[in-house]
């Protein structure tokens, strides 16, 4: 009995040893960030560098992964203008590739 007698009291103490002022809090407000000072955004770096590869040498796993971190780098936006053309470059030499290695000409094969 002493053991539920304690636990009321425990639930009923809570809210009143609350260090917390409510009347205090103010919404998150995040400071202005200089696009220069944003971090640099590797997944398109990434998606670039693997869609380069996947036209240049025809590898479709290299066109594949460039057109996932070019969804990811789309996810992670974060200034519009510079991101959105590294995106975009990025996307089209994916595309490219996966339509070079799927619809061109097949390497003659010796």
Not at 11 to 21: G, K, M, T, Y
Not at 80 to 98: H, P, R, Y
Request: proline letters at 8%.
């Amino acid at each position: 009995m002493s053991s539920s007698h304690s636990h009321n009291h425990q639930q009923q103490s809570a809210p009143l040893n609350d260090p917390r002022i409510h009347a205090a809090a103010r919404p998150y407000k995040p400071l202005p960030v200089s696009p220069q000072d944003l971090p640099v955004d590797y997944s398109g770096f990434v998606a670039v560098i693997c869609g380069v590869l996947g036209v240049m040498f025809r590898y479709k796993l290299c066109s594949w992964l460039a057109i996932i971190f070019c969804a990811q780098s789309l996810a992670n936006m974060r200034n519009i203008e510079t991101d959105l053309k590294q995106v975009s470059m990025a996307m089209m030499f994916a595309i490219m590739g996966l339509v070079t290695n799927y619809l061109g000409p097949r390497p003659k094969s010796s």
